[in-house]
């Protein structure tokens, strides 16, 4: 099978295959990287390319699609229950997150800058709360450990022993 896919030409040293969120193929490739081998390394991967091609799809089908309404109800509802649900399990962990933001990201539930600020996707409210609760505790966690290393782990599993239970509704 051949797919459609669009280039995107940049300083890097190697090609990179992405499946969008759409479904959509992209091609990520040096700037004098040639036509003719950026078609060879897709015919080279194509299995790769099918099946994840074939987990998009099925990805976006099962993706709840709110309405512009449902969206303003999920953002209300985080900016409401996340803060105190940080807050309560900051004190739990001992941590001080330096502010909480609500955002609209698409790809991230969460996430922790630098200066320990949180954000979180309105997004997440769509999980069960059981999994809400696993974001804000990995994203506090962040605070003490920038990785995603045993330590980080430790932490998470020391608060939320079935941390990886809960990771999984998120993946559904």
Request: charged share 25%; net charge positive; hydrophobic share 40%.
């Amino acid at each position: 099978m051949t797919y459609t896919y669009e280039i995107i030409r940049s300083n890097r040293r190697t090609l990179a295959l992405e499946i969008t969120e759409n479904a959509e193929l992209l091609i990520r490739a040096p700037r004098r990287c040639s036509s003719a081998y950026i078609q060879a390394f897709v015919e080279k991967k194509q299995v790769w390319v099918e099946t994840h091609m074939e987990k998009q799809l099925l990805r976006a089908q099962a993706r709840p699609q709110a309405s512009e309404e449902e969206c303003l109800a999920l953002m209300k509802r985080a900016r409401t229950e996340l803060p105190p649900l940080v807050e309560r399990y900051a004190v739990l962990m001992g941590l001080t997150p330096k502010g909480i933001k609500i955002t609209s990201a698409k790809k991230r539930f969460g996430s922790c800058n630098s200066k320990n600020s949180l954000c979180f996707s309105y997004r997440l409210m769509q999980y069960p709360q059981a999994a809400i609760e696993y974001v804000v505790v990995h994203e506090l966690a962040h605070i003490s450990h920038k990785n995603h290393g045993a330590d980080f782990y430790a932490l998470v599993k020391s608060v939320l022993p079935d941390y990886k239970a809960r990771d999984k509704l998120l993946k559904k």
